[in-house]
């Protein structure tokens, strides 16, 4: 491409940046990244990557999972566009205060013809269990794996999640009741990594502190 030089950084290091957390600080701060194929979770102190995992779920596998479900229950085929709106307009992983219902157009899976049905939100969480429970076990098992002393900082600093999908409602809520730590969303999710990977272009001083880092460990 033309450059100079290539650095590279993690993904959930980029997203932290992007968040606005305080990965210099001595004190452990933590982010949940859930992106299209994978979700990161990390847990970051001294521009350093202190505990991660990484699992192959995320928006793609909820997608999926609504297409299975629609296939399973209503034996209906639908495309994983209509799967993504499904998610966004009535999708959820606790229950809702006004549940939610959205009619669906897609195949009948016996006649090959088009067809509608009604879907609510309640089946969409059904639906959502497994994806959404290999989420919350990711930041379980971060957190059981961390340092104490960094771990105990979350008890204020709390957890942020970024990436497309920590939007699905009360997925921050299901985090929080699971881990017993706040937890609140990034201002704007969508584009954590790109912003954070924007600042270090910016600031020299803290891509040199995040490699040297990598180089130590």
């Known amino acids: 491409a033309g450059a100079r030089k290539v650095y590279l950084i993690e993904q959930p290091m980029a997203s932290g940046i992007g968040a606005g957390l305080p990965i210099r600080d001595p004190e452990g701060s933590m982010i949940v990244d859930i992106g299209g194929g994978t979700t990161e979770v990390a847990l970051m102190s001294l521009a350093g990557i202190v505990q991660g995992q990484s699992v192959r779920v995320g928006g793609d596998a909820i997608d999926e999972a609504i297409v299975t479900f629609m296939k399973s229950v209503h034996s209906m085929l639908i495309g994983?566009?209509?799967?993504?709106?499904?998610?966004?307009?009535?999708?959820?992983?606790?229950?809702?205060?006004?549940?939610?219902?959205?009619?669906?157009?897609?195949?009948?899976?016996?006649?090959?013809?088009?067809?509608?049905?009604?879907v609510t939100s309640e089946e969409v969480r059904e639906a959502l269990r497994d994806p959404v429970s290999a989420i919350v076990d990711a930041v379980k098992s971060t957190l059981e794996q961390s340092p104490p002393e960094l771990a105990a900082d979350l008890v204020d600093r709390g957890i942020v999640m970024a990436g497309g999908s920590s939007q699905l409602r009360g997925l921050d809520k299901m985090i929080e009741e699971r881990t017993g730590l706040p937890v609140k969303r990034a201002e704007d999710?969508?584009?954590?990594?790109?912003?954070?990977?924007?600042?270090?272009?910016e600031q020299l001083d803290l891509l040199k502190a995040i490699l040297d880092t990598g180089r130590e460990e």
């Open 80 to 118: 994983n566009n209509m799967a993504e709106k499904i998610k966004i307009g009535i999708g959820s992983a606790m229950p809702m205060e006004e549940e939610l219902e959205m009619t669906v157009k897609g195949l009948d899976q016996v006649t090959g013809l088009p067809k509608k049905t009604t």
């Open 189 to 201: 999710p969508l584009t954590c990594v790109a912003r954070g990977t924007g600042v270090v272009l």
